[in-house]
């Protein structure tokens, strides 16, 4: 038995096709089905069920590969405690970030990062949490940043920032004349809110459950711009993370974002690692960088509106 052919075992497990598992491997396929059936041979067992259209592996061979990717990682882990030593600041990094957050959160931080580690390859992951978790515990992630609480004792927590959340109302609606909202502002009324699966979802459903309100039947989306079409095509109102309207994100001007009052509905974003991880010292120092998203971000942006209205009052 030798790494090389759990690494097989670990692809199979996760392509479910030869195929494409000894595409990912990068050998050809004949050469992964005889590694396998030799790994087979040497156990004693069958690892896999062989069928014309799919590959399923045995109950044995999934703990096996479960067991597998625990001592791939484990290695992985020895190197890169060597690499560590040699130079702290360079190697590999492989972050998970969820859908609602990434594309919001990485323009404005990679560009830090990158000058802050220059030497730091940045591998970034987007899945939904549970996906995310999935793949930290067993290594294929390094750390992750997710929202807040997470409860596992083989993750360290690191909290990084709130993020407050804005309601989004097309602008003939009759909360659009508002300033700011008080929570109660919103009972009774019907939400947008994303599938299943996403944490936003969750956390929107809790903000409604807060305030009297709830889901509107009926329309599930799939992304927070279907979100952000939805409420300008005036179909309904929606929750959205302040990070999802900020530039470069261009403003609709058929949508209206109202901030509330007092102690605001927020998510809680922090990074999390595996406790055992040689990157522990590394990844505080990452977590630092995310920690320093300017505080502006983390403001309601102020309406173009607003902002053209200025200079007309200055000179009249």
């Not at 882990?77 to 060597?82: F, K, L, P, R, V």
């Not at 992304?223 to 095509?233: D, G, P």
Request: glycine letters at 6%; charged letters at 25%; a neutral charge.
């Amino acid at each position: 038995m030798n790494l090389r052919d759990l690494k097989y075992l670990v692809a199979l497990a996760d392509h479910k096709h030869f195929g494409r598992a000894a595409a990912a491997s990068f050998v050809s396929q004949p050469t992964l089905s005889t590694q396998i059936k030799k790994l087979e041979d040497e156990l004693g067992v069958a690892l896999v069920e062989r069928a014309p259209r799919r590959v399923m592996l045995t109950p044995v061979g999934r703990e096996i590969a479960e067991r597998a990717r625990k001592v791939i990682a484990d290695v992985e882990q020895m190197g890169e405690i060597a690499r560590r030593s040699r130079d702290p600041e360079a190697g590999t990094v492989r972050l998970g970030l969820f859908p609602t957050l990434g594309p919001y959160l990485l323009p404005h931080v990679v560009p830090n990062l990158r000058r802050r580690f220059p030497r730091l390859e940045l591998l970034l992951v987007e899945e939904k949490t549970d996906q995310i978790l999935a793949r930290l515990r067993d290594g294929r992630l390094d750390a992750g940043i997710l929202a807040l609480p997470i409860h596992d004792d083989q993750l360290h927590v690191e909290p990084l920032f709130d993020e407050p959340f804005l309601l989004a109302v097309p602008q003939q609606h009759p909360l659009a004349a508002r300033e700011a909202l008080d929570l109660h502002d919103l009972d009774h009324e019907h939400l947008l809110l994303l599938e299943e699966g996403h944490c936003l979802r969750d956390q929107a459903l809790d903000v409604c459950r807060m305030a009297g309100a709830d889901e509107r039947d009926g329309f599930r989306a799939t992304s927070l711009e279907t979100l952000r079409q939805m409420v300008a095509a005036g179909v309904g109102i929606t929750l959205l993370p302040v990070l999802a309207v900020q530039p470069p994100i261009p403003a609709s001007p058929d949508v209206r974002l109202l901030g509330f009052r007092g102690e605001a509905p927020h998510r809680q974003i922090g990074m999390l690692w595996r406790r055992s991880s040689a990157m522990g010292e590394f990844l505080l120092k990452l977590a630092d960088e995310f920690r320093k998203l300017p505080a502006q971000l983390l403001q309601p942006p102020v309406p173009a509106s607003s902002a053209a209205d200025a200079p007309r009052e200055k000179r009249a």
